[in-house]
């Protein structure tokens, strides 16, 4: 629903990096979890008594499409996802596994214990209150930054970055100038180079006139 609306022809980031595509949509690039990893990260999410979804290749793969959040997911992204009864056998190559809760200390706990668990095998941060990512060690956003510096030949000091959660905090330290959303918790305001307005006080175009046109 972006790449005709705003005539994209540069590389596309999906998955916190673990895939780019090109405006097509056609696969450039991917970076997987080794599957022992994402077996074992299914493993935990569920045994914190989240909700686990797969991503493989463009499949969104989830067990229960009344789950919390898929309704959402789905609007989100304009695309369904596809129901599958055993996550086991969609393990070999998997660029982004999800665990979801509205239980947001869960996914608090969660989130720690991946970090613990699977050290620098893989990474895992919030991407909402709701949403843990677990991708490639190497997928996060401040590698998307890095990729999009490189393959577009724009030095970082040169790139602006906006977010609101705890995974787009790497990506402000990839980048010049960072923008927090005002919806973005003290802890990541505080590591951004500026903050607009929410993201239902049209906070993005905010920051846009304010800070990246003038």
């Excluded at 401040?142 to 906006?162: H, K, M, N, Q």
């Excluded at 990506?171 to 951004?192: C, E, H, L, P, T």
Aim: hydrophobic share 40%; glycine share 8%.
């Amino acid at each position: 629903m972006l790449v005709e609306p705003l005539a994209l022809e540069t590389p596309i980031a999906g998955f916190n990096g673990g895939l780019f595509v090109r405006p097509d949509l056609s696969i450039m690039e991917e970076r997987t979890l080794a599957p022992d990893v994402a077996a074992q990260t299914v493993e935990l999410i569920l045994g914190h008594g989240l909700d686990v979804w797969v991503y493989t290749g463009n499949d969104w793969l989830v067990r229960d499409p009344k789950a919390p959040h898929v309704d959402r997911e789905a609007w989100t992204v304009k695309f369904p996802p596809r129901i599958v009864t055993d996550l086991d056998a969609s393990l070999g190559k998997v660029v982004k596994i999800v665990g979801i809760s509205d239980d947001q200390d869960r996914v608090r706990r969660c989130e720690a214990d991946a970090q613990a668990r699977l050290g620098e095998r893989a990474t895992a941060a919030r991407s909402q209150p709701y949403y843990l990512d677990v991708t490639h060690r190497d997928a996060n956003k401040g590698f998307v930054a890095d990729y999009l510096s490189r393959s577009l030949g724009i030095p970082p000091a040169e790139i602006g970055t906006i977010g609101d959660q705890p995974n787009d905090v790497l990506m402000f330290r990839r980048s010049g100038f960072s923008i927090a959303m005002g919806n973005a918790s003290d802890d990541v305001k505080r590591q951004a180079s500026a903050v607009t307005d929410s993201c239902d006080n049209e906070g993005f175009a905010k920051a846009v006139e304010t800070f990246i046109l003038p």
